[in-house]
């Protein structure tokens, strides 16, 4: 005697994985085509848009959003690629200084500290970082916080948790490991006297900031800067006009670094809106006829000695 087969099931699962195979299609057929109306046809439309919006724009000198493992590419290319560049030749010992500007409530800082401290064992080094706001200097040394400016970044891991943060009831408070590596400052970026809080270091950082300042403004804020970079340096600049990127890197004598640049690229637009050229924060998408995307569109630029 054999078992019966329920063939009406068998084909209901059957239809059912069929049309969902179907629906996966559509959706993603939608999406690319989302993708070449906006990011491919509307191209040119969009940074004429961006242009003249840049220029007439109100900028908010009060925005102090950041998060957490924000973009994790761009950690595995810093503790990873830049940190050996700027490693090599060094005399043994000698601890690695990194100046890191606009840091806001200090989750930057503290996500690169806790990142070295991980990945790069034995390695000695000190973050200095800044904000405008003194009440963001504030909460940043307190290193205190809540499970939703901690979890805030979707693409944290447990790993990083663990190595950041001890549990005290309801806060998430930074290691004191952690926070020996870092030290906050009240500075402006725009200040032409910013030597009296910072020294050059290694490495700069002045990532999601310069698209909050106009254009002359942007150009002032990253030619102060750049100032305070060593040779050999690095620096890391996200959010920021890719002209004025271009020729102030080249000028600098920076080059990219094409570690994963366009995975990072990528990963710092995604809460981008489609209509990216609507927003004076927008961040055009990566074009495939772009002149040297690498410098265009990447984050990491290192100097020889």
């Known amino acids: 005697m054999t078992d019966s087969v329920d063939y009406g099931h068998y084909e209901a699962r059957t239809l059912e994985r069929q049309r ?101 064992p034995g390695l000695e080094f000190h973050i200095r970082a800044s904000d405008l706001h003194q009440e963001m200097v504030v909460k940043a040394g307190a290193a205190r916080y809540t499970r939703d400016e901690v979890l805030h970044g979707e693409q944290i891991v447990p790993q990083f948790l663990e190595a950041t943060f001890d549990r005290q009831n309801d806060e998430f408070v930074v290691k004191p490991q952690v926070r020996a590596h870092v030290s906050f400052t009240q500075a402006d970026l725009l200040d032409p006297a910013l030597e009296r809080s910072y020294a050059p270091a290694d490495v700069v950082l002045v990532q999601n900031v310069l698209f909050h300042l106009d254009p002359e403004q942007a150009r002032r804020a990253l030619v102060n800067v750049l100032r305070f970079l060593k040779r050999p340096g690095a620096l890391l600049v996200d959010g920021v006009d890719p002209e004025l990127k271009i020729e102030l890197t080249r000028a600098a004598g920076l080059e990219p670094l094409e570690y994963r640049y366009r995975e990072i690229y990528d990963a710092g637009r995604r809460h981008v809106a489609r209509a990216w050229w609507r927003h004076y924060f927008g961040s055009e998408p990566r074009s495939i006829f772009a002149r040297d995307p690498v410098r265009r569109y990447g984050t990491i630029f290192l100097r020889g000695g």
């Not at 939608?30 to 070449?36: E, H, I, K, Q, T």
């Not at 242009?51 to 009060?62: H, N, Y």
């Not at 761009?74 to 700027?86: K, R, S």
């Open 20 to 120: 969902g195979t179907v629906y996966r299609g559509i959706r993603t057929v939608y999406r690319l085509g989302l993708s070449l109306v906006y990011d491919v046809l509307l191209f040119p439309y969009g940074k004429l848009r961006h242009r003249a919006l840049q220029s007439t724009a109100r900028r908010s000198q009060s925005h102090t959003y950041t998060s957490f493992y924000r973009v994790p590419a761009q950690l595995d290319a810093f503790t990873g690629p830049v940190i050996d560049f700027l490693v090599r030749g060094r005399a043994s010992g000698a601890p690695l200084t990194i100046n890191l500007f606009a840091g806001s409530n200090g989750a930057e800082a503290y996500t690169f500290a806790s990142e070295l401290l991980r990945r790069r």
